[in-house]
């Protein structure tokens, strides 16, 4: 595996190695040790996560735990335990006996997965309207409101993080725990997916306003134009999301530019 250089929180470029060992110097106690473990957790977990998102690491690839810690200059424990955070949340698949793996990039069963999650979040936003009780449905417009000036321009992990909130806040308020459940388990399934559309060209900034709809519907307990609003809203995303996937595939796969100028002149 190759060096990848990050950013230091200075802002100067630093590789796995001193990232991993730059805070990890100095003599400590149980306390102070415990802490170090959790800090180099943390710090792998946001490293290999980048490596994931960055595609350094490619997709159906077995990740090879030894290597990694080598490279970070860490134990294997930090590793394993940043492997299943992200596994959890659906960046890696672990395979028993085999180990962790890449997620795939494929397009199979995404369609079913957003219709699973369209008739989730549509029997949700009914119940809510339903069931909510004024002071309830307040929480869900101070949630977006807090949010919505700054929404387009952060990160998109900040994107993705509020944007599931919001819709598992809905979920929240149907009164029903199995729905909050089910709407968590495909968020784990497609947020990978998601994370890469988010960065896309195809990401849409104009669903802001598709959110403020919604909330507005949920104000009206205007159950049928909230459920309208919230299919138009997945059945964006899923082609966006598409799309963004045929370009991640071409990115990974094709080969890059200088090999190809290399073939050419060979050819020539």
């Given at each position: 595996m190759s060096t990848i250089h990050v950013?230091?929180?200075d802002g100067s470029a630093m590789n796995e190695q001193s990232f991993f060992t730059a805070t990890d110097d100095a003599?400590?106690?149980g306390d102070t040790e415990t802490r170090r473990s959790a800090d180099s957790s943390e710090r792998a977990y946001n490293t290999i996560r980048?490596?994931?998102v960055e595609f350094k690491l490619k997709p159906e690839e077995r990740i090879n735990e030894v290597q990694l810690a080598?490279?970070?200059?860490?134990?294997?424990?930090?590793?394993r335990e940043a492997l299943n955070r992200l596994a959890s949340e659906g960046f890696v698949s672990l395979t028993p006996n085999r180990g962790f793996f890449v997620r795939s990039l494929s397009t199979e069963g995404l369609i079913d997965l957003y219709e699973l999650r369209s008739i989730i979040e549509c029997a949700a936003f009914r119940l809510m309207c339903e069931r909510a009780e004024d002071d309830q449905i307040e929480r869900l417009r101070l949630y977006w409101s807090a949010i919505v000036d700054g929404y387009r321009e952060q990160p998109a992990d900040?994107?993705?993080?509020?944007?599931e909130g919001f819709h598992l806040l809905i979920a929240e308020l149907s009164g029903n725990p199995e729905l909050i459940n089910q709407l968590a388990a495909i968020n784990a399934r497609i947020r990978f997916i998601r994370r890469i559309q988010i960065e896309h060209r195809s990401h849409d900034l104009s669903q802001v306003a598709s959110h403020s709809a919604i909330v507005d519907a949920a104000i009206a307990r205007d159950a049928e134009g909230g459920m309208r609003l919230l299919r138009q809203h997945i059945e964006l995303t899923v082609s966006a999301t598409q799309q963004a996937l045929k370009d991640a595939l071409l990115k990974v796969y094709s080969p890059p530019v200088a090999d190809t100028k290399r073939a050419r002149r060979r050819a020539v």
């Open positions: 950013d230091a929180p003599p400590t106690d980048k490596l994931l080598k490279t970070f200059g860490v134990s294997r424990t930090p590793i900040t994107i993705l993080a509020e944007d």
